[in-house]
């Protein structure tokens, strides 16, 4: 149910960022107050099981529902920044991507160690970002308790290449 509500309110957008691409634009559901409480209630509850101390959103879609997952969960909420957005002591990661590379940092003091630590993000594609947070806070000294996503691309194989950090993995609408 979750899933098509979801999906009925994606838009898809052709050719963006580049040509070949067709981008998935959540921002209308962001329009929809009662889906978006749909939505936080079905991680909510898939996630009942789960012991999670912190909730960490990756920068910037995935703050839109962390945020509000972190505080129904009643846990705080970590920003996965990309470089040089973050105004404290942080740690960095580089990590590779399709064209090029990108650097993502957190605070030194976002979490402490041996705290499990849930990874959101509105989209789960070739999961390289999601990777390099989790490798971020295991340096960091972090447990990876799992990972939610609005939305997946399963042709792009990112759930098979996170399972090997978790197989906690939720995605509520797959394409």
């Known amino acids: 149910m979750i899933a098509q509500q979801i999906k009925s309110a994606v838009r898809d957008i052709p050719d963006f960022p580049k040509p070949g691409i067709v981008f998935k634009d959540i921002t209308p559901i962001l329009k929809d107050p009662v889906l978006c409480k749909s939505i936080v209630d079905a991680f909510v509850e898939k996630l009942k099981d789960t012991p999670i101390d912190v909730v960490a959103g990756?920068?910037?879609?995935?703050?839109?529902?962390?945020?509000?997952?972190?505080?129904?969960?009643?846990?705080?909420?970590?920003?996965?920044?990309?470089?040089?957005?973050l105004p404290y002591t942080i740690k960095q990661k580089a990590y590779k991507l399709e064209y090029g590379t990108?650097?993502?940092?957190?605070?030194?003091?976002?979490?402490?160690?041996?705290?499990?630590?849930?990874?959101?993000?509105?989209?789960?594609?070739?999961?390289?970002?999601?990777?390099?947070?989790?490798?971020?806070?295991?340096?960091?000294?972090?447990?990876?308790?799992?990972?939610?996503?609005?939305?997946?691309?399963?042709?792009?194989?990112?759930?098979e290449r996170i399972a090997t950090i978790n197989d906690n993995i939720i995605v509520l609408a797959e394409y």
């Open 102 to 159: 990108a650097t993502i940092e957190m605070h030194t003091d976002a979490f402490e160690p041996g705290q499990r630590i849930l990874l959101h993000d509105d989209l789960l594609a070739t999961g390289g970002t999601v990777t390099a947070a989790s490798e971020l806070i295991q340096e960091m000294g972090g447990i990876v308790a799992g990972f939610s996503f609005v939305v997946g691309l399963g042709f792009l194989n990112g759930r």
């Open 58 to 85: 990756v920068e910037s879609r995935g703050f839109l529902f962390g945020l509000t997952l972190a505080t129904r969960l009643g846990v705080p909420f970590i920003p996965v920044r990309k470089a040089g957005k």
